[in-house]
């Protein structure tokens, strides 16, 4: 029952300063750009599970990553700094058989003063590091002492090798190249498309601080089941995602690849309504924008309801998009981090900037803290925090009489 007077109705987009003003507290803008390594940390001094893994040989390829105990969904099981990290571009540069002319030697210089000399006046470090790195897939198998038996442009073209097939991308946040990053434990985590963990990398502000990956269960895995990590994307269909592993000459084996048409198409069919759902919101939120925008005319009381009926409407098909993604979402879905951040991020601020509709706004908190719960199960770090705030302001708005949409 709708318990509001008319007159509460009337002065339903008056007086949101209380809730601008928090929401403005929690905008993700506002705390992403800000963060450094050193404020990073203490959310990555998350406890990790000690002795969870072993590496040992795989099923899919190569050596992989194996749970040598049960591991809760949620659970830190890697934490680790880069060995080596390298702007992208300058990789390009570095192939023996890259376009731009520059000899191999420069892939060679590069790692020798990232990795090789990382420690001036510790040769033993010096030494763990590069053998860390040659050890990597792709590179030297075979080759005893690659430094001693291998021509420039063979050693050249394997360190080439091992960043195609252990780079992971990330960028800083005061530089504008995309980087690679190359770790060594994780550098083990084959791939599946039904994922059981995720990776995470912290870059920081400056590259100079290097980059930290974390890797956590997305769900439970079971004493002895190999670990893996998807390195596709998460709504990617069969077709997109043998395309994009062929290019880098992987055969996926994994259990869905493997399982049959029936499973496949069945991913597929999920998988597909979320990409919809996911491309809608972003043209909705695209949409919003310019409605905001756009001046409402004749600044007369009817001319600004009409824009901000218009905007309410377009954030309502925004939760509406995020519900069918959420309906359809598995934790196999590799949704934690990226996408779940992405997806909150837009929609907070979509409906934020959109609507001075109070219940519309308390609908979309309830929402995030629903969002939450999935989050919790899969411990997103960042989100975590988001969740306590998104509580906090739930809070205010509350205190504030808003709760509902019912004024107190
Ligand atoms: C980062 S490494 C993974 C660890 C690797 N197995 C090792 O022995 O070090 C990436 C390489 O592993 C292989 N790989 C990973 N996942 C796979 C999968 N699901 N099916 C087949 N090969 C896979 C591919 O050759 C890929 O280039």
Request: charged letters at 30%; aromatic letters at 8%; a negative charge.
């Given at each position: ?132 790195v040659f050890a990597l897939d792709g590179g030297f198998e075979?080759?005893?002492?690659p ?11 394997g360190l080439?090798r091992i ?246």
């Open positions: 029952m709708d318990e509001s007077s008319p007159e509460d109705k009337e002065n339903k987009c008056t007086d949101m300063s209380d809730i601008e003003a928090a929401f403005a507290a929690v905008d993700p803008y506002t705390l992403l750009p800000t963060l450094r390594l050193a404020q990073i940390r203490p959310i990555l001094n998350m406890p990790l599970l000690e002795d969870c893994y072993e590496i040992r040989k795989s099923p899919l390829h190569g050596l992989g990553v194996f749970a040598t105990k049960d591991i809760p969904s949620g659970s830190l099981i890697m934490t680790e700094q880069a060995v080596w990290t390298i702007p992208k571009k300058a990789l390009l540069k570095f192939y023996p058989f890259d376009p731009y002319g520059n000899g191999p030697s420069q892939i060679i210089e590069h790692f020798a003063s990232s990795v090789a000399n990382f420690s001036d006046d510790d040769d033993e470090l010096n030494r763990i590091g590069t053998e860390a075979g080759v005893e002492d430094l001693a038996d291998l021509s420039e442009e063979e050693l050249a073209k080439a960043i195609a097939k252990n780079g992971k991308s990330h960028n800083y946040q005061s530089d504008e190249r995309h980087w690679v990053a190359i770790f060594q434990d994780p550098s083990r985590l084959n791939h599946s498309c039904m994922l059981s963990a995720e990776q995470h990398i912290w870059s920081s502000f400056d590259p100079r601080d290097g980059a930290i990956i974390q890797v956590r269960a997305a769900r439970d895995i079971e004493l002895g089941e190999e670990v893996t990590v998807q390195y596709t994307k998460p709504f990617d269909t069969l077709e997109i995602r043998t395309a994009f592993l062929s290019f880098h000459d992987i055969v996926c084996k994994c259990t869905l690849c493997t399982g049959g048409r029936g499973r496949t198409q069945a991913a597929d069919k999920r998988r597909t309504a979320m990409q919809k759902a996911w491309d809608s919101m972003q043209r909705n939120y695209h949409k919003l924008e310019a409605a905001i925008e756009r001046p409402a005319g004749l600044r007369t009381v009817r001319a600004e309801n009409e824009k901000r009926e218009k905007c309410v409407k377009i954030a309502r098909r925004i939760m509406e998009n995020m519900e069918i993604i959420d309906a359809k979402l598995r934790p196999t879905d590799q949704i934690g981090s990226f996408l779940m951040w992405h997806l909150l991020q837009i929609h907070c601020e979509g409906v934020r900037i959109g609507s001075g509709d109070r219940d519309t706004i308390v609908a979309a908190i309830d929402r995030i803290l629903a969002f939450g719960k999935t989050f919790k199960e899969l411990h997103t770090v960042m989100f975590g925090q988001y969740v306590a705030q998104m509580v906090e302001l739930r809070r205010k708005i509350e205190a504030a009489g808003f709760a509902g949409g019912q004024r107190a």
